[in-house]
């Protein structure tokens, strides 16, 4: 690690205040980062640790759930509202990670974390334009299982690492910010880039803005909803593809939909298209496979992930059974 | 700054950029919380942190300031070794032993959390009670590897000190 000053913010605006500079990071649980710093892929010289700032989850008026930022990604898990109210986070969460690192990691890490790409973390051997912009990109002709297949530039082709995020893009989660300029509030579609020219900002945050806390809307089908995650081994690992989906059936025919895929962009991928073709449709095994062919169809696959469209259909399909039969897991 | 290790107040290092695994390995010469891959993939610095399991390497001993840290040195009584290491030795929990601390620390962790209903990934009903089954527990202690592939015999040791009363 490169030498950094250490400073710990009580609240927001003591956060804001201090983490204002150039070089400064703000530091949650530590799971990514105290990585990237070892692997000096990170070298701030200075870290503002939030990790001690409110982590309440709180009932909205309208109905859903305030979730501070530095709850910690158990705790949000175990959260009975979430647990019984959008159960398809609850899963996501529980699929991410080990329960270790879930004790440690916090809500605003989690949505602030780097992709896992090898080729990224490789500072001594490898081409990065997330870590070097400018310098290329070896994954693009390189290993390239874990890969995006939709939104890619010619820049970049990393993955967005996140389960969690997965669930939140589909939930319509509102993401509070606040910094030098005061605060806002993103829409959670709005927090993520694709990778563009600019593959080494993730998000749309500028820098000092510090994340709050995410809200969760009501929504009526979140207690028909799940997450799927298709990996290489049967836990702890990053997915290959993953599935966040809600569903209301009326009668034979889907009255509300909610889909998202993880491991497939650089971002959380909300699958609009998906959603319109099926939103009034008949809730059958072809419709499904159809919604995800269409949501695919600009798939520009690599070498090593050429499975992934199919692969992310059918766990679509499966997933979107599962719910119209009933089933929760 | 400070903290409290196995009972012991203790000062926290000047270097904000020690871990909390260097920290207990280097400077308090707590050597049996061990280093495997130094980056979060294996589970074998996994330490008790206000009795919850984290990664020691992925820590910095400054955020732990004012918080109790527990290792496997402190789990053992003056005359005796805990239930869990004893069911390790009887099930054949271990080969080479390096994984063992951080697998006995984390499922200390497990078993508080499975006792206050936090579900996981293979729980089919999200709002029911946990029962440690063997299934749980296969989910539950993925984050410690074990190259020696002793992951059985520590399933038994686990399920016969920590969930003695769930049937096989």
């Known amino acids: ?329 | 700054m400070s903290l409290i290790v196995n009972g012991a107040r203790v000062s926290a290092p000047s270097d904000p950029r020690t871990s909390l695994l260097d920290l207990l390995r280097e400077e308090l010469r707590l050597t049996g919380t061990k280093k495997g891959c130094n980056q979060g993939a294996c589970g074998a610095c996994t330490v008790l942190v206000d009795g919850e399991r984290v990664l020691a390497c992925l820590t910095l001993a400054v955020q732990v300031d004012g918080r109790e840290v527990t290792t496997i040195e402190g789990l053992a009584g003056a005359d005796a070794l805990h239930p869990l290491q004893v069911a390790f030795i009887e099930h054949d929990g271990f080969q080479c032993g390096y994984c063992t601390p951080g697998q006995i620390c984390s499922a200390l962790g497990m078993a508080a959390e499975a006792a206050r209903g936090v579900p996981s990934h293979v729980s089919a009903d999200l709002a029911a009670e946990v029962t440690l089954s063997r299934e749980e527990i296969q989910e539950r202690m993925s984050g410690n590897l074990c190259r020696c592939g002793a992951h059985n015999g520590i399933i038994d040791a686990i399920r016969a000190t920590l969930a003695a009363e769930v049937p096989a």
């Not at chain 1, 990604?73 to 990670?97: D, F, K, Q, S, W």
């Not at chain 1, 589909?170 to 579609?189: E, K, N, Q, W, Y």
């Not at chain 1, 080494?200 to 803005?209: K, N, Q, S, Y």
């Open chain 1, 1 to 329: 690690m490169t030498p950094f000053t250490y400073l710990r913010a009580t609240d927001a605006s003591e956060a804001v205040r201090l983490g204002a500079g150039a070089g400064t990071a703000f530091l949650g649980g530590g799971t990514n980062l105290v990585d990237l710093l070892r692997e000096t892929v990170a070298r701030p010289e200075r870290l503002v640790d939030v990790s001690g700032l409110p982590a309440t989850i709180e009932e909205t008026e309208a109905g859903g759930l305030m979730i501070g930022a530095a709850v910690r990604n158990t705790a949000l898990a175990e959260h009975r509202a979430v647990r019984t109210r959008y159960p398809m986070l609850a899963r996501a969460i529980l699929a991410g990670a080990s329960a270790q690192i879930r004790n440690m990691a916090t809500v605003g890490g989690n949505l602030t974390q780097r992709t896992r790409c090898t080729y990224f973390y490789d500072t001594d051997g490898s081409r990065c334009n997330k870590r070097l912009p400018g310098s290329g990109c070896d994954a693009r002709e390189g290993f390239n299982r874990i890969h995006a297949v939709l939104g890619a530039s010619e820049a970049c082709v990393a993955t967005h690492p996140s389960d969690m995020c997965v669930a939140l893009a589909a939930l319509d989660a509102l993401v509070h910010v606040t910094g030098p300029a005061g605060a806002r509030s993103i829409a959670f579609g709005d927090l993520h880039r694709l990778p563009g020219d600019a593959p080494d900002r993730d998000t749309t945050l500028a820098h000092g803005e510090l994340i709050q806390a995410v809200e969760l809307p009501p929504l009526a089908c979140g207690a028909t909803s799940t997450y799927r995650k298709v990996r290489d081994r049967a836990s702890y690992a990053f997915a290959l593809v993953s599935v966040a989906a809600a569903l209301a059936l009326d009668g034979d025919r889907i009255a509300d939909v909610r889909i998202a895929f993880g491991g497939v962009a650089h971002k959380p991928w909300r699958a609009t298209k998906a959603e319109a073709a099926l939103r009034g449709a008949e809730a059958t095994q072809q419709a499904f496979l159809d919604a995800a062919a269409l949501e695919f169809e600009d798939a520009t696959p690599l070498r090593d992930n050429a499975f992934k469209p199919a692969l992310a259909g059918r766990t679509l399909a499966a997933v979107l059974h599962a719910l119209a039969s009933g089933e929760t897991v």
